[in-house]
């Protein structure tokens, strides 16, 4: 079965700083890759997904995140965060089944 | 589209006492999961039904029973809660042929 590390539990930035959220995973196949983000005291919505084709794929709210197959991650990044980018961002694999990481609190200051 | 509901968004328990949390999702998806998140641990599937009629174990189903009451409800029960059981629980949906799940806003359970 899959597994996924998030090697950061808390993340802290300035405003405007750029940031990158790491996440890893062990598949021995094929998977598909998730980030989901979660604001204080809300479900998770969807970020952005790769299936295929590009490895370099875009999300909502001015993330990206890059597939690399040869290192099994698939990192989070934003060139410049806003205040209200202050949540808990979940990195997921789905293989036959979903399989989230622990989670990294991301927390931006003024 | 309400997408997916949740009731109750916060309850508290008495060791020992049963309860059914509920969920329901209007975009006419096929699988419905139940998750528990605990603090460091991220997500942990508890059941998921793939389709109506069907419900399988997911990661940590002790304790839960489920039901898939129709294409759109699907309930998760503690018969007899513990402390254990103290968590934020989310119920999510997923359509035929896609892999993203859509989720609930959650029900925080208090265990005490």
């Known amino acids: 079965a899959q597994s996924v590390t998030q090697l950061d539990s808390q993340v802290p930035v300035f405003e405007e700083a750029p940031v990158e959220l790491r996440c890893n995973y062990s598949s021995s196949v094929s998977v598909y890759l998730f980030w989901y983000v979660q604001y204080p005291n809300q479900g998770l919505q969807l970020l952005l997904k790769?299936?295929?084709?590009?490895?370099l794929v875009k999300g909502i709210n001015g993330f990206e995140a890059e597939f690399n197959k040869s290192q099994t991650s698939f990192h989070l990044r934003k060139p410049s965060v806003h205040i209200s980018d202050t949540a808990e961002y979940f990195c997921a694999v789905h293989n036959n089944d979903m399989r989230f990481g622990a989670g990294t609190r991301l927390t931006v200051k003024p | 589209n309400a997408g997916v509901t949740q009731t109750p968004k916060f309850q508290v328990l008495k060791t020992g006492q049963s309860m059914t949390l509920q969920c329901a999702q209007d975009m006419n998806h096929n699988s419905m999961y139940w998750y528990r998140q605990d603090p460091g641990m991220g997500l942990r599937l508890i059941y998921y039904?793939?389709?109506?009629?069907?419900?399988d174990k997911g990661e940590v189903p002790n304790g839960y029973n489920v039901s898939r009451l129709n294409k759109r409800e699907f309930s998760l029960r503690l018969e007899s809660a513990a402390p254990s059981q103290t968590s934020v629980y989310f119920c999510?949906?997923?359509?035929?042929?896609?892999?993203?799940?859509?989720f609930g806003p959650g029900t925080r359970l208090t265990v005490t």
């Open positions: 999510a949906s997923r359509g035929q042929g896609t892999y993203e799940q859509y």
């Open positions: 790769y299936l295929s084709g590009s490895t």
């Open positions: 039904s793939a389709s109506e009629g069907t419900t």
